[in-house]
């Protein structure tokens, strides 16, 4: 069985960073693409950062480019995401998903398996 579990959501204040971790289990790693997605109460899932090995690429939503980076580290089987200059308008839920193809489209409906959510709070 795929799983995937997030961890290192919390509270920050604005301006501040955070790292959240996404473990994978279940499947080869290193051939998986990622993404980082996120839901604010209220709304729709949006994408968030993408990590390509079919293509070899990174992918980010505008509103994160230049303070968010995703990484992957395939002798943990892990995937990052590193968030800094955090804004209040960043919180909500943040889920890590994966996808065995050889494209990767950055939307919902794209990805195959998804991990349970991680919370991440900014305050102002």
């Known amino acids: 069985q795929v799983q995937l579990v997030e961890s290192g959501g919390g509270l920050v204040q604005a301006g501040g960073s955070l790292r959240l971790s996404c473990a994978v289990s279940?499947?080869?790693?290193?051939?998986?693409?990622m993404g980082w997605f996120r839901q604010a109460p209220g709304k729709e899932r949006e994408f968030v950062a993408a990590?390509?090995?079919?293509?070899?690429?990174?992918y980010y939503a505008d509103s994160v480019k230049g303070r968010f980076t995703i990484s992957r580290d395939n002798a943990k089987n892990t995937v990052y995401l590193q968030m800094n200059s955090l804004k209040p308008e960043d919180t909500a839920v943040y889920s890590c998903?994966?996808?065995?193809?050889?494209?990767?489209?950055?939307?919902?409906?794209?990805?195959?398996?998804w991990g349970q959510g991680t919370q991440v709070t900014v305050s102002s």
């Open positions: 990590d390509s090995w079919s293509v070899r690429s990174t």
């Open positions: 998903a994966a996808v065995w193809r050889e494209d990767l489209i950055p939307r919902p409906t794209h990805f195959d398996y």
């Open positions: 279940g499947r080869t790693f290193s051939s998986a693409n």
